[in-house]
C-alpha cells in the first residue's frame, strides 16, 4: 500500500473540506513499510451494507481524488476543532495506518498549503 496524505481545513460553516496531498508528504517510519503487508484499514468491510462509491474511492484509489475536493457536511457548525480534526481523519483514513491528515486552521496556513500543492514550481 503506498502511504496517503490528506490536506483538511475547517474554517468554521458546515463542512470540513480536504485534498489529497503531495505523494511524498508522508514518509511512513521503516517498521510500518514491511513487504508483502497490507494496510488492512484500506480494505472495505465484508458482508456489510456496501459504502458510497465515494468513500471506496478515497479508502482503495484516493490517486482518483487528485484534483478534487472532498466535502464533509456537518449538522452545525462547531467550535470543538479537535472534534472536527478527528472527523476528517475517520472519514479521510479510515483506519489505514499509512494514511496521515495535515489539519489546517488558519485561513492563511489554508491559502498557503493549497498553493503549495498546486503549484509545481513551489514543490
Known amino acids: 500500500m503506498t502511504p496517503v496524505s490528506w490536506i ?4 468554521n460553516g458546515t463542512a470540513v473540506s480536504c485534498r ?3 505523494p511524498d508528504a508522508f514518509m511512513p517510519a521503516p517498521a510500518e513499510l514491511q513487504p508483502g503487508a497490507a494496510d488492512a484499514g484500506a480494505l472495505l468491510p465484508a ?3 456496501p459504502l458510497p462509491q465515494i468513500v471506496r474511492t478515497i479508502l482503495q484509489e484516493p490517486e482518483k481524488l487528485a484534483d478534487r475536493t472532498i466535502s464533509i457536511p456537518l449538522f452545525a457548525e462547531s467550535h470543538d476543532t479537535d472534534f472536527v480534526r478527528e ?3 475517520a472519514v479521510m483514513c479510515g483506519t489505514r495506518k499509512l494514511c496521515r491528515v495535515l ?3 488558519s485561513s492563511t ?5 493549497l498553493d503549495a500543492v498546486e503549484d509545481p514550481a513551489l514543490n
Open 47 to 49: 458482508g456489510k451494507r
Open 8 to 11: 483538511c481545513w475547517y474554517a
Open 20 to 22: 489529497l496531498g503531495p
Open 87 to 89: 472527523l476528517a481523519e
Open 109 to 113: 496556513d489554508i491559502a498557503l498549503t
Open 103 to 105: 489539519f489546517l486552521r
